[in-house]
T-cell receptor, first 113, second 113 residues
């Protein structure tokens, strides 16, 4: 079993839709939770990070962490064609090991006009 | 402000050869991490360098080695290349104490034939 599971999709939605992306994990030591966006043939771009449980909002993006269920989500409101990319969740433990990020497989998202 | 840069962009090598990839971190960052991303997969942590020393290592064989220079730039070396080493190699930089906030370069695409 992988430490981080992410549905690879692909996910196709119309422009303006609300998108929900999710990851589950098995390592209860994870304390930091990140979402990256990766365009084709590019490096991942950090969208948001969250410490422990709770919600965090940044513009059209909202990240949620539920540590009791070992489940994290990223919501994208008013999705745009420019949001079409692969979305990667990543996690790390605290302390001296927080530099090692463990990634999910990535979800391919297409927003069509 | 220049972000993370990597060279070369693409590389083709033959099985058994050795390769060196290079990375310059984002200005103000002192920690460099390396990841391997196979096609259709999330990045996998190789190792992290801080103060010119390897601080953490993922599940990669000793054929993978690295170095960090006094100016914080870094190299990844892979010896005795295998076909399975074909992947996108990503470098990420961060500040000490903020390993959860890693910024990635565009990557080096390595093809082993």
């Amino acid at each position: 079993q992988k430490e981080v599971e992410q549905d690879p999709g692909p996910l196709s939605v119309p422009e303006g839709a609300i998108v929900s992306l999710n990851c589950t994990y098995s390592n209860s030591a994870f304390q930091y939770f990140m979402w990256y966006r990766q365009y084709s043939r590019k490096g991942p771009e950090l969208l948001m990070y969250t410490y422990s449980s709770g919600n965090k909002e940044d513009g059209r993006f909202t990240a949620q962490v539920d540590k009791s269920s070992k489940y994290i989500s990223l919501f994208i409101r008013d999705s745009q064609p420019s949001d079409s990319a692969t979305y990667l969740c990543a996690m790390s433990v605290g302390g001296t090991s927080y530099g090692k990020l463990t990634f999910g497989q990535g979800t391919i998202l297409t927003v069509h006009p | 402000d220049a972000g993370v840069t990597q060279s070369p962009t693409h590389l083709i090598k033959t099985r058994g050869q050795q390769v060196t990839l290079r990375c310059s971190p984002k200005s103000g960052h002192d920690t460099v991490s390396w990841y391997q991303q196979a096609l259709g997969q999330g990045p996998q942590f190789i190792f992290q360098y801080y103060e010119e020393e390897e601080r953490q290592r993922g599940n990669f064989p000793d054929r993978f080695s690295g170095h960090q220079f006094p100016n914080y730039s870094s190299e990844l070396n892979v010896n005795a290349l295998l076909l399975g080493d074909s992947a996108l190699y990503l470098c990420a930089s961060s500040k000490t104490g903020a390993g959860y906030e890693q910024y990635f370069g565009p990557g080096t695409r390595l093809t082993v034939t």
